[in-house]
């Protein structure tokens, strides 16, 4: 009798989410990009819109818009979303506030955004480097509006005094998911702490703002929740985009969100009592910044 072999099959991986049509955007081009382009290379600044590879560099960019990205560009996190490069952070550039304030200034910007990757390692957070780039922006360009996203400093108020000290227009801090998925999506972060950090600001008087990603795996009631939430904390401007993972190492997308979704997160949010809703697949934490104002 002859010998059967049973060969087994190999198990076929989880078919990924296809992209949807109304996910296009704008390949980057254009004479204010490429001036723009020319003014960060020879400044030597970082921007999160190549670091964090945003979808919307194309249009921001040639419309001679970008947010700047201080003390770096490597983070002492690693958030499951990011695309920012994380490992060790050897020093702080002292002059780098002074470069980014030039080239607001030549830029003539009405509205400027400013962030940073984490770095946990320094005492403030970095938190003197955000007031110091506050104040060189100030100086060269007084009537320019100043935004900045700040990381949560670990929770210090006294870090986060310094920023507010330097009197920032907007201080913006992301929550970026909902906190059933912090230790997935930011494992080194807090949803509490994120939320205190908004609340602080708000006592003292601060425009407030911050984002939220949708596809990560959370249900649209638990944004609506988070929603609640930051309204509660304080927040005025909010804005709801799409997460679109940056390489194969990163989180997968789970669910493409429809834009009639997203709408309804806007109109909800404004029945809360958000000041401003900036809601659809494509947007980040600082798309249409100056519009929000």
């Known amino acids: 009798m002859s010998e059967v072999i049973i060969q087994e099959i190999p198990a076929r991986p989880e078919p990924r989410v296809r992209k949807p049509e109304w996910l296009k955007a704008r390949v980057p081009g254009g004479e204010q990009y490429a001036e723009l382009r020319r003014l960060i290379d020879t400044r030597k600044l970082h921007t999160v819109c190549e670091e964090a590879r945003c979808p919307n560099m194309g249009e921001c960019w040639n419309s001679g818009t970008a947010t700047f990205m201080i003390l770096g560009d490597t983070c002492t996190r690693s958030c499951g979303f990011c695309a920012i490069k994380t490992g060790r952070a050897y020093t702080v550039d002292l002059d780098e506030p002074a470069r980014v304030g030039e080239a607001v200034g030549l830029m003539n910007l009405k509205h400027a955004v400013v ?87 708000k006592a003292r008087g601060f425009t407030t703002k911050s984002g939220v990603m949708v596809g990560l795996g959370e249900t649209n009631d638990e944004i609506l929740e988070t929603m609640s939430d930051l309204h509660e904390a304080g927040c005025d401007i909010l804005t709801i985009g799409q997460y679109l993972q940056p390489t194969s190492a990163h989180l997968p997308v789970l669910r493409y969100v429809h834009p009639d979704d997203f709408l309804m997160f806007k109109e909800k949010g404004l029945a809360m009592g958000f000041r401003y809703v900036e809601s659809g697949p494509l947007v980040r934490s600082s798309y249409h910044a100056a519009q929000q104002v």
């Open 115 to 201: 962030t940073s990757v984490n770095r946990d390692e320094l005492f403030d957070g970095g938190a003197g480097i955000f007031a110091s780039t506050i104040q060189e922006i100030r100086k060269r360009l007084p009537a320019c509006r100043v935004e900045v996203l700040i990381p949560d400093f670990q929770g210090s108020e006294e870090a986060l005094n310094i920023v507010l000290d330097a009197q920032p227009d907007i201080l913006n801090h992301n929550t970026e998911t909902v906190p059933r998925l912090y230790k997935t999506v930011r494992p080194q972060a807090q949803y509490h702490r994120s939320l205190e950090v908004i609340e602080r600001a």
